[in-house]
């Protein structure tokens, strides 16, 4: 028997999500579009599509929520009471406030919920945390994500996307994969300074770049670059030890180990976007079965305090000043 999954908001991501739920075995996705008129075009198109009241008459095991940023906690809310354990796509909410409340829905009706940021199932970055040990105590971390905004998508107005509303994209939201894989592997800090860009000379109205500094509880700093506005597309992590250095980088698929003995070992290792995808979504069936929990899931806790911190670097960019972290419980 067919196990019955929404997929909540059929934008890019969410039409990705049904391409990949469509080749797991036993999986029976179905499209629930954010528009009515969408319904009959994913039709045409051979999914399952239906309104959301349709959709949970099916009662469905689990859900995708794929809608709006500033829209997750309200549909995840909605879908937990129904039964659903829940996946959000990153990043969890706009801003920390208020997502507790979503915390104590999932806790009441016993669902599991979890946060999309697939990057964790990257072999090259499970290859990278093997390795880590081989460079001894670090004492610096630096990671990037960049890349020009204008050609992400070449029949999009990237004016007219989420990513350049505000109140709910721009760099801090849209690239927290990298905050979330870099707090995973070394910990979480209590305070960060920061210092964003508006993209003007983009035309929107969000964060074009970030620019965040922090320090981990091993003593380690960690410096992030985030940005829109880089026309050679990069994105990697670098860890510096006593040892040597590591480096993964997610463009070239290598992760490069060279140890203090003057040896450099390059392992290439590559992972196609939907495999990830499809690993995170079996992860989270599992853990609603019961099993063992994989780390490599992102937790509502983790994605909850990524936001915290994306909040704390806000306010670290407008103050000059280095800013506290604060517990998303409290929020």
């Known amino acids: 028997m067919s196990l019955v999954v929404l997929v909540?908001?059929?934008?890019?991501?969410?039409?990705?999500?049904?391409?990949?739920?469509?080749?797991i075995e036993g999986i029976q996705p179905v499209a629930v579009p954010a528009r009515a008129e969408r319904v009959d075009e994913l039709s045409a198109q051979g999914y399952r599509a239906l309104s959301l009241e349709d959709a949970l008459a099916l009662q469905p095991t689990a859900a995708i929520v794929a809608t709006d940023t500033g829209r997750h906690v309200h549909d995840a809310a909605r879908l937990l009471r129904h039964g659903c354990h829940v996946l959000i796509e990153k990043p969890l909410a706009p801003?920390?406030?208020?997502?507790?409340?979503?915390?104590?829905?999932?806790?009441?009706?016993?669902?599991?919920?979890a946060v999309g940021c697939y990057l964790r199932f990257h072999p090259g970055l499970r290859r990278f945390k093997e390795l880590l040990g081989e460079i001894g105590a670090v004492h610096h971390v630096s990671v990037a994500c960049q890349s020009y905004l204008p050609e992400w998508r070449s029949n999009v107005d990237h004016r007219y996307t989420y990513a350049a509303r505000a109140d709910e994209g721009g760099v801090l939201r849209d690239l927290v994969h990298e905050i979330d894989y870099a707090t995973w592997l070394f910990g979480r800090p209590q305070r960060v300074s920061a210092m964003l860009t508006v993209g003007d000379s983009l035309g929107i109205a969000s964060d074009a770049a970030a620019d965040l500094l922090w320090r981990v509880p091993s003593g380690a700093t960690v410096a992030t670059r985030l940005d829109y506005l880089t026309r050679t597309r990069r994105r990697f992590i670098e860890a510096f030890g006593h040892e040597g250095e590591i480096a993964w980088d997610a463009v070239e698929n290598t992760v490069t180990v060279k140890s203090s003995r003057?040896?450099?070992?390059?392992?290439?290792?590559?992972?196609?976007?939907?495999?990830?995808?499809?690993?995170?979504?079996l992860a989270l069936l599992a853990c609603a079965r019961g099993e063992t929990y994989?780390?490599?899931?992102?937790?509502?806790?983790?994605?909850?305090?990524?936001?915290?911190?994306?909040?704390?670097?806000?306010?670290?960019?407008?103050?000059?000043?280095?800013?506290?972290?604060?517990d998303w419980r409290n929020g």
Do not use: W
Not at 295 to 324: Q, Y
């Open 294 to 326: 994989d780390r490599r899931l992102t937790s509502f806790d983790e994605g909850a305090f990524a936001i915290a911190l994306c909040d704390a670097a806000r306010a670290s960019s407008a103050s000059g000043a280095m800013e506290t972290i604060r």
């Open 8 to 23: 909540v908001g059929t934008g890019s991501i969410g039409m990705r999500h049904l391409q990949v739920l469509s080749e």
């Open 262 to 281: 003057g040896t450099t070992q390059v392992n290439h290792v590559g992972c196609e976007r939907n495999s990830m995808m499809r690993e995170q979504f």
């Open 95 to 113: 801003t920390a406030t208020g997502v507790a409340r979503l915390a104590e829905v999932a806790a009441a009706n016993e669902r599991t919920i």
